[in-house]
């Protein structure tokens, strides 16, 4: 476990840049063997695999949002009746699954050198990810993506809703059926929430500047097949919900290789669960660690209140 500035965890996406070993002896009377590094045509990748698995330290419970961080200052209206109102069960974005792993954790891969780190990935498009509005509640409750990528709303339920992305004021009404997009423009955690109208739940949208991350299945597992190699990286997985804690794990990859991880949630205080196993939460997390600040001198993104005006970009 490792803990960081108010700001979730130093993700910078990175990498170190190494060039070409130009060797060459010759004399009069005979030429030495040269030996020089292949060059790498310009936008192939030179990466490996991390898997593993992530997991909620022994004796702890899952964190939780307060109520009212799941339906944003703006929300007026209640649910319509065949949806349940935003309640308790909502308050938890992770669940505990076998051997306490963690589903929906964000785990990415962060360097020192962000143009080597950079260089090493290969060329990459623009991704979209759709986040749906099902039963009245966003789903699902965190969503990973890189700057450029589009994040397509999607509304599912038979009743309208505003969803509202960080302190933007730009809203757009979707019916049954329709969608919304938004450009992500610039590198942060930001809730996606619904406004002027009924609330939605809420999804964190984590936007990070090199596409080097994922999120964790049923039992905590994950696989990053594009971490660059021969280079240190370091494996971070974190959530929003958990401020400043994270698991970190550094780690060297041969070309074409892979490493195994199993990294380990240990929040901030004293354990509080009275079973291990069991997969009720009953903890809430430190209003303090809800939203971190941002850090200026990385690539970090930094959580943003969704009523607020000031933006949360980190160059």
């Known amino acids: ?26 004399d009069d009377d005979e030429t030495a063997t040269t030996e020089t590094e292949t060059p790498v045509p310009a936008g192939e990748a030179r990466v490996g695999t991390v898997s593993g698995r992530v997991r909620l330290a022994e004796g702890f419970a899952l964190p939780a949002y307060p109520l009212e961080a799941l339906s944003g200052a703006q929300a007026t209206s209640p649910l319509p009746e065949h949806c349940a109102p935003i309640g308790e069960d909502d308050r938890y974005p992770l669940a505990l699954g076998e051997n306490r792993g963690l589903r929906g954790m964000m785990v990415a891969a962060t360097a020192e050198d962000a143009d080597e780190f ?24 965190l969503i990973t993506a890189t700057k450029g990528d589009q994040l397509v709303v999607r509304n599912e339920t038979q009743h309208p809703f505003l969803p509202r992305l960080g302190p933007s004021a730009f809203m757009q009404g979707v019916q049954h059926g329709e969608s919304v997009e938004f450009t992500m423009e610039r590198g942060g955690v930001t809730p ?28 905590g597992a994950f696989t ?10 370091t494996i971070r997985a974190w959530h929003p919900v958990y401020g400043n804690v994270d698991a ?68």
């Open 1 to 26: 476990m490792r803990r960081f500035g108010p700001l979730l965890v130093a993700l910078s996406l990175a990498g170190l840049a190494c060039g070409d070993d130009d060797a060459a002896a010759t």
């Open 118 to 141: 950079t260089e090493r990935l290969g060329e990459t498009e623009p991704k979209e990810h759709v986040v749906t509005i099902t039963d009245c509640r966003l789903r699902p409750a």
């Open 192 to 219: 996606l929430l619904c406004g002027f109208g009924s609330p939605c739940g809420r999804t964190d949208v984590v936007v990070l500047y090199r596409p080097v991350h994922t999120v964790t299945e049923d039992d």
């Open 224 to 233: 990053l097949p594009n971490v660059p190699t021969g280079m240190p990286v």
């Open 248 to 315: 970190s794990v550094e780690v060297t990859l041969d070309e074409g290789g892979s490493q195994t991880l199993d990294l380990v949630i240990t929040p901030a205080g004293s354990p509080t669960a009275t079973d291990s196993d069991s997969e009720t939460p009953t903890t809430e997390t430190d209003s303090d660690s809800e939203t971190p600040a941002a850090d200026s001198d990385s690539d970090t993104p930094a959580e943003t209140d969704s009523d607020s005006e000031t933006d949360s970009e980190t160059d």
